[in-house]
């Protein structure tokens, strides 16, 4: 089945630590996106990507580092630089090309600090 | 500038009992819409999607009607179940800054007792 996987599924930074979070997909889709959600909050936008080998800074990517060197790979860096990294980050993918096509989600990595 | 709101949770439901989740939007452009659900420690899933004005998205019993002449997408389902309860996303996608982007509400959980 065709899908989105995020690794790992909890994870613990110790202060000073930089941890990658995981996300690939199979769906051949082109747009990639990483979110952060906090409790009883929507879904703010990290970081996106269009294409390989390109990416863009979404409305909170202070702290944050992005690569998307394969199409099916999109991981996510919460650098030491983040000072309040405790959260539910949500990796999403879509065709990119359409308005009308969905978000397709995985489900989820929630770091937490030691 | 393009934005979400939905009604605030959590909405508390008897089982059989009749729903509904507002959700108004403001877009410079010609968006879709969409509601998506998420199930405790999950990512979102569609529900239901609507692409122009007037168009119902339904699916599971749940519907919502793309009113543009007051800007509302609101989410009704005529007799919920206990295994309804989640949180419920109201969102946009539209083409702005250049790519295409998805914005979420706050979201609204749900929970219907038995």
């Given at each position: ?81 983040q000072k309040n ?30 | ?20 989740i507002n959700c108004?939007y403001t877009a ?87």
């Amino acid at each position: 089945d065709g899908g989105i996987t995020q690794s790992p599924k909890y994870l613990f930074r110790k202060e000073g630590q930089n941890v990658t979070l995981s996300c690939e997909q199979n769906l051949n889709h082109d747009a990639m996106y990483w979110y952060r959600q906090d409790p009883g909050q929507g879904l703010r936008l990290i970081y996106y990507s269009q294409i390989v080998n390109d990416f863009q800074k979404g409305d909170i990517a202070e702290g944050y580092s992005v690569s998307r060197e394969k199409k099916e790979s999109f991981p996510l860096t919460v650098t030491s630089a983040q000072k309040n990294p405790t959260a539910f980050y949500l990796c999403a993918s879509s065709t990119g090309t359409d308005q009308n096509q969905p978000q397709h989600f995985g489900d989820g990595t929630r770091l937490s600090i030691l | 500038g393009n934005s979400v709101t939905q009604m605030e949770g959590p909405v508390t439901l008897s089982e059989e009992a009749f729903l509904t989740i507002n959700c108004t939007y403001t877009a410079t452009g010609y968006p879709s819409l969409f509601w998506y659900v998420q199930y405790p420690g999950e990512g979102l899933q569609l529900l239901l999607k609507a692409t122009k004005a007037d168009d119902k998205g339904s699916n599971k019993g749940f519907e919502a009607t793309y009113r543009k002449e007051t800007t509302s997408f609101h989410l009704e389902k005529g007799s919920v179940q206990v295994s309804d309860s989640a949180v419920y996303f109201c969102a946009l996608s539209d083409y702005f800054d250049g790519g295409f982007k998805t914005i979420f509400g706050a979201g609204t959980r749900l929970f219907v007792k038995a």
